[in-house]
Structure formats: structure tokens, C-alpha cells
């Protein structure tokens, strides 16, 4: 059995954490390799990892056989110059501004490892940039379905993930209120199980993500809820997110965003044809391919 090892730094709750986690999850299943963990000793008490025996008190990549990287990991590897010229590294790239020259994930393009892009988006800029040391390889994010609530009665007609976009979140949720809906704004970090249930509490959803996602999952998970869609592009999201067959995607201003809501909330038969073609459409995108493919990759680099 193969020991691959992870590295986190938890400060708080994020999607690239859990997608960390999910990854950690899928070797855990595997009868070929047995993944580790450190957290760093200033993260939050509460982390994804925190009951698991695979937790370690050390970081110790020499003795693995293979290291996971996301992110800002690369920093953890800095006492061990040149290991990934000795170990396998799977770096897991989760937005397209690792190809951004001025963001500080751009300088560990250089090293050499495998890198596996959540999506076609990413893959392309990586490429584009021709600065990767190593094989660029795409697993398109899953989602478990398993987690996924059911709709029920609706307590909003409104539930927007402004999280992101705060600002923008709160003129349209205000504009919205004046005109009489009934709004659920989120701008504040929640539990995901919570997230998740808002989303299916309300109506439609509208989502904010920034400028430039790698994947952008929550728009996917609201199409599993089967809840209709408002979502702004960000680029990640290009492949499930398309406006007028799945979702609506206005420009990103208060009003674009507001017509596009009053129009779900007023054309039944709209928001049912979209969330209908979502929801077939997300059924493609389920944990058990994402696992298969990145087991199927590791074994093929065994």
C-alpha cells in the first residue's frame, strides 16, 4: 500500500478545502494507497480533519511514497529543497489565476509535478501559459449526491449566495425586498449543510461567484437541489452553467440580475424547463467518476 501525504493550513471553512477533503476521502476508500494528513498547529480547532486517525503531528513528505499539493502548499515544502524531483507530486489546481503572473500561486508552475485541473477552464489557461512543469491533466469536479436536501415548502422566494459579491448581493436583495419578495441574503459564512438547505428553502436562487472561478460548484449543487437558477459567469462554470438551457446568466449589475429573478419567479414554465435540463445535465458530474478517474490516474503513474 502506497502512503500519499496531504498538507493544510485550515484557517477557515472554503470550497477548495473540502474539495482538498473529498480527494483525501477517495484514497481513503482505495485498497491501494493510504493518504495522511497535517494540519498546521495554527489552524481552526474544528477542521474537516480533526477526527481523523490519519492525522499526524508532524509533516513528514520524505517518508511518503506520493504528496498531494493544493494551493499554498508548496510553501510546507520549502525545508525539503527539490523533493518533488524525488517524490510523484499531484498538485491540485482549483482556479484559473494559478496562471495569473501576479498571484503568488503563479511561481510553483515551476515545479515539477502532475497537476490535475478541476475543470476544462483551468486546464486551458495552464496550457496556454506553457509554464507547467509536468503533465496537466482535467477531473472535472463531483458532487455527492447523498448530501444533497430535497426540496420542501418554501420559506423565500429569494435565496442569493452573496458571499462573494457582498455589495452586489445586498442592493439586489434590498431592491428585491422594495418590490415585495421575500429575501434570503448570505453574505456571511455558514455551515454547508446550512447553505445547501437555504438553497432548497427558497424558490429560486441567485449566486454571485467572483470574476473568475475554477469550478464553481455551488451553481452545480443548487441544480441538483432542482432549484431555478440566476448565476453570474465566472468562467469555471461555463460547462453546466448555460444561460437559457440550464440557468440564466445576466451581466453583473443590480438590474440585469433582478430582471432575471422576477422572470423565474414569474415564468413557472421557464424555471421548471431550466431546472429540469440542470438537474439531467448535473447527473454527470457525480463523486463516484470524480473518484475513479483520479485512482485511475494514480495507478496508471504507479
Not at 148 to 159: L, N, Q, Y
Not at 167 to 187: F, I, K, M, N, P
Request: negative net charge; charged residues 25%.
Amino acid at each position: 500500500m502506497r502512503t500519499v501525504q496531504f498538507y493544510r493550513n485550515y484557517q477557515n471553512f472554503t470550497g477548495g478545502h473540502l474539495k482538498v477533503f473529498d480527494y483525501f476521502n477517495h484514497l481513503r476508500l482505495s485498497a491501494d494507497y493510504q493518504p495522511k494528513i497535517y494540519v498546521t498547529k495554527g489552524s481552526a480547532r474544528h477542521h474537516l480533519w480533526a477526527e481523523a486517525p490519519e492525522l499526524e503531528t508532524e509533516f513528514r513528505p520524505e517518508s511518503a511514497d506520493l504528496l498531494f499539493i493544493a494551493g499554498m502548499d508548496w510553501h510546507a515544502l520549502e525545508d525539503h529543497p527539490d523533493i518533488e524531483t524525488r517524490k510523484p507530486v499531484i498538485n491540485l489546481i482549483q482556479s484559473v489565476r494559478h496562471a495569473d503572473e501576479h498571484d503568488p500561486k503563479f511561481q510553483f508552475l515551476q515545479k515539477r509535478a502532475l497537476r490535475i485541473c478541476v475543470s476544462n477552464e483551468v486546464a486551458d489557461v495552464l496550457t496556454e501559459a506553457g509554464l507547467c512543469n509536468g503533465p496537466i491533466h482535467v477531473i472535472e469536479n463531483g458532487i455527492d449526491f447523498g448530501q444533497i436536501p430535497s426540496r420542501s415548502s418554501f420559506r423565500f422566494d429569494v435565496f442569493i449566495g452573496g458571499i462573494k459579491e457582498r455589495q452586489l448581493a445586498g442592493s439586489v436583495a434590498e431592491y428585491l425586498r422594495e418590490l415585495g419578495y421575500c429575501v434570503d441574503c448570505q453574505t456571511s459564512r455558514v455551515d454547508r449543510r446550512a447553505f445547501l438547505k437555504r438553497i432548497a428553502s427558497a424558490k429560486i436562487a441567485i449566486l454571485l461567484p467572483t470574476d473568475a472561478e475554477g469550478f464553481y460548484l455551488p451553481a452545480l449543487e443548487a441544480m441538483a437541489i432542482g432549484t431555478p437558477l440566476v448565476c453570474l459567469d465566472c468562467i469555471g462554470n461555463r460547462s453546466f452553467c448555460i444561460d437559457g438551457e440550464t440557468c440564466l446568466m445576466p451581466a453583473k449589475s443590480k438590474q440585469a440580475i433582478t430582471n432575471s429573478a422576477i422572470m423565474l419567479l414569474g415564468e413557472l414554465d421557464l424555471a421548471e424547463s431550466l431546472s429540469n435540463r440542470a438537474s439531467t445535465l448535473c447527473q454527470a458530474y457525480g463523486i463516484d467518476r470524480e473518484r475513479k478517474q483520479f485512482l485511475d490516474l494514480l495507478n496508471a503513474i504507479a
